[in-house]
């Protein structure tokens, strides 16, 4: 007898957890199916209001595959923080410093991509290709970092048989690295992921402006960190900011903050085509910035601008 009421329980169970999966799966078709009818919206947006031919033509050939997978969380994740800086006292055009974890992979995509509506006006990457970090955030997040301040070195330290000053590539340019500029040039496609606590880049971030004062105003810090840990494009970042943006009263030049090392699984970039677009770093190079960043004052930088 006790067995049969055993046996009859166990049963109950197994149906029980069969309900509770076959209604998991159900909600998590409702919501695939709710992402990809809000993904088509989305694009449909962008094509009405595109401009570029280019950018038209990457959104035609992507429109389904699994590129704009991540589109519709971007677009949330970028929607809270837009509005939250909209009640904020800053003008109509703004500086977005993204601060992410950061890499190129695989293929190549024109650069014009980065700026898929008018409402983005430029999108500055601080790195030089293959560099594994991209600088300071805040010296990005403030606009105190100048190309002068650019100093590379090697990550492996003591174990690396090329000495720091030959990590510096030879010709590099006096000025960052303008997606505008870059127009249909072909760049390495950037793919970013969420920054972690245990980092202390926000701590960092903090610390700086305790010690040197915060971003002047029209400057918005936006560090990207989500529960997932996923990758994502950032083309598909920029994307989903641009449609954001669309509805607020901001036009936005964003500062990428992020690593740009070669993480391709694959054949690497070429390094000579690199070199034309901007710069190119070897293998195990790091960039920071020189004391002189932060020792500068703002009567050093009105003096440099105006001559006074």
């Known amino acids: 007898m006790n067995c049969d009421i055993d046996m009859l329980i166990g049963l109950l169970e197994l149906k029980k957890a069969y309900l509770e999966l076959i209604l998991q799966f159900n909600l998590q078709l409702e919501k695939y199916k ?5 993904r088509k919206r989305l694009l449909k947006v962008v094509i009405e209001n595109c401009k570029n031919e280019t950018v038209m033509q990457w959104l035609r050939e992507n429109e389904e ?4 997978s991540k589109l519709v969380d971007m677009f949330h994740f970028w929607k809270k923080h837009i509005d939250e800086e909209e009640k904020k006292n ?19 995509i024109p650069a014009s ?15 030089p290709w293959n560099c594994v970090t991209a600088g300071d955030e805040y010296g990005i997040a403030t606009g ?8 590379f070195y090697c990550v492996k330290g003591k174990g690396c048989t090329i000495p720091d000053e030959m990590h510096r590539p030879v010709e590099l340019p006096d000025h960052w690295n303008s997606m505008k500029k870059a127009g249909g040039c072909k760049i390495p496609n950037i793919t970013v992921s969420p920054l972690q606590p245990e980092e202390g880049v926000l701590e960092y971030y903090e610390l700086c402006k305790k010690t040197y ?11 990207f960190i989500l529960p997932e840990k996923e990758s994502v494009q950032f083309s598909v970042v920029m994307l989903a900011l641009s449609l954001v943006l ?7 030049t964003v500062h990428l903050s992020a690593c740009l090392g070669d993480q391709s699984t694959g054949q690497k970039f070429d390094k000579e085509q690199l070199k034309k677009q901007y710069a190119y770093t070897i293998d195990n190079t790091s960039m920071k910035v020189s ?3 932060l020792n500068e004052t703002w009567i050093d930088y009105l003096k440099r601008w105006f001559g006074v």
């Open 65 to 68: 595959s699994v590129t704009f």
């Open 213 to 223: 004062g915060p971003p002047g105003r029209n400057r918005i810090f936006i560090p």
């Open 291 to 293: 004391l002189d960043m």
């Open 90 to 108: 800053h003008g109509d055009n703004v500086d977005i410093t993204f601060v992410a974890h950061g890499a190129i992979k695989d293929f190549m």
């Open 246 to 252: 669309l509805s607020s009263r901001f036009k936005a």
């Open 34 to 38: 709710r992402q990809s009818d809000e």
């Open 144 to 151: 105190r970092i100048q190309p002068r301040h650019r100093v």
């Open 113 to 127: 991509c980065l700026l898929p509506l008018p409402t983005i006006t430029d999108v500055v990457l601080y790195a």
